[in-house]
Nanobody
């Protein structure tokens, strides 16, 4: 089991910046990918950014050049630096972890509780 706890959400003006943090606990040794997803009202949850054990990153097209995902393997934390925020970035942001199930094989997926980002003047 892995527990994920996000922090850092809030209200920001368009063009502003926020930094989200996600702290992982439990069987963190089995994590092979961390990521951030978001879900706006009436929309499906979408991938924002992911980072794997080699620090290879992947971004949703609309956030490329504005958002940066990073991780601290010592602290078992993942971050999302969000710059030049737009109203359409407003959503609930969820931390995500993929882990290798060492007992039965395959992958397990874990989610944080989410943190609200509001972008408004």
């Amino acid at each position: 089991q892995v527990k994920l706890v996000e922090s850092g959400g809030g209200l920001v003006q368009p063009g502003g910046s926020l930094r989200l943090s996600c702290s992982a606990s439990g069987n963190t040794f089995s994590i092979y990918r961390l990521g951030w997803y978001r879900q706006a009202p009436g929309k499906q949850r979408e991938m924002v950014a992911t980072i794997d054990l080699r620090d290879d990153t992947n971004y949703e097209d609309s956030v490329k050049g504005r958002f940066t995902i990073s991780r601290d393997s010592i602290k078992d934390e993942v971050y999302l630096q969000m710059n030049a925020l737009r109203p359409e970035d407003a959503a609930i942001y969820f931390c995500n972890a993929l882990t290798e199930n060492l007992i039965r094989g395959g992958t397990d997926e874990y989610w944080g509780q989410g943190t609200q980002i509001t972008v408004s003047p």
